[in-house]
């Protein structure tokens, strides 16, 4: 049986996910060409509004983080009643924009500034019916990991 | 231009009290500073007034007298009372009134904030997937700095433990139990690498400040405060400011403390060398340290080695958050800016008691900073 699985919002990363590699969904200012994520209809350097939508690199540095150790207020948080530390930080995408995501490694001694990430998914909470609810999060790219990539 | 001096401040306790709805805590303040004034209610002419929790704040004078005169409800995040204090200067300085109020208060439920991110023009997943927490912001860019200037978990603790220990010496703040830096580091982890005891709570109080015309002054007082500038900026482009899913990539941009700090000195003719004391906006032992080289006080990094010394001690060269500041208070968000106000008004006085600093202090500074990334400064001089 497979579970059910629902993005947390529309429009944020490529969905459903065996359609299309896992990308962020940023948007793109055709007159200065800034790039903004989530998707922005309106340029905050130049004002303008007009915008194309782009795909966000999938890999990025992690440029600082911290750790969430206590249950955060509901709403407007809507993870599940038993929490889980976990663990936010912001990637660099270069050229592109630093985004704010939540991070699979939950102990800071595990991570690092400067550290590659990879873009993945991860269930922050699940519903009644037993639907995941997926938001995206980076993960330390491990050595091993890529080994595996390249050889297979 | 006519200049603005103040001539009275007043304070209500900050903590808990149940029971005591904001605005007569408020009402108490503003009563403490019109006796400090030497002025009665119906001499006000204008007011300012700050609230986070209290939708009409300017109910207020249903509780000190309906004399008519404009009271202006404001609110600029963690700024708010930076901002109610800039208007009311600006007041007299333009020559609208010549005797005006500021006033905050403020009433928070127990715990982290919590809104929907909407309000600040954020999307709901945000939230949902528990993003949305300023502490977060606080967490990250201490842990940033730390790695890029070298400063420690121990100075981190040592912070705290100065506005604990300054605390215990002010009978109107909330935490006044002193706490060692080993105990502070003995507390869990919130946010890594800030831990329960560097962060400060959201809680109650409010607090007052009258102003007059310089020019006037004497009628009211011996020791008036001068209020030399004031300056609020808000966020730009760039900059790593607090509740932002993403933001560009490139060459480090200033905080709006850096930019307020810079445009007060400058209003102000007053550099940051003259600051004989000052009170920073302390969210968490990280945002003190941070805060203190944003502010112009001392140099990226300089900290580390400043803290170890005692120099932020109210003994030392430059005492910062001696009242407790925001760890030893908490953040009543209306009202913060204007305590701060209060201590450095009475550190100028030479009133401030066991927490008063050596020498005669001629020049203090007050700073904030909260979301969604504003920043208000004022310097004071006798
Ligand atoms: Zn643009």
New binding site residues.
Partial sequence: MTTAQRPVAEGLFTWPPAAAPLRLIGSE?R????VSFPAAAT?V??A?DDSKERLLADRGTLWTYTTQDFRPPSPPYDGPETFEPYSVGYIELPGELLVEARLTEPDPDKLRIGQDMRLTLVPYTVQDDGTEVMTFAFAPVEESTEIEEEAS | MTEAVIIGVGLHPFGRFPGKPALDMGADAVRLALADAGVNWPQIQGGYIGSYEVANPDAIVGRLGLTGIPMRGVFNGCATAGTAVALAARAIETGEHDLTIAIGLDKHPRGAFAADPSVAGIPSWYGQTGLFLTTHFFGMKINRYMHEHGISHETLARVASKNFRNAAGNDKAWRRTPLSPEEVLASPVLNYPLRQFMYCGPNEGAAAVVMCRADQAHKYTTTPVRVRATALRSRRLGAFEVQSPSFPVGEPVDSPSVDASRDAYERAGIGPEDVDVAQLQDTDAGSEIIHMAENGLCKDGEQERLIAEGATEIGGRLPVNTDGGLLGNGEPIGASGLRQIHEIVLQLRGTAGTRQIPGTPRVGYTHLYGAPGASAVTILST
Wanted: glycine share 12%; with cysteine; hydrophobic share 20%.
């Fill in positions: 200012c007159v200065c060409g800034l340029c350097r130049c303008s």
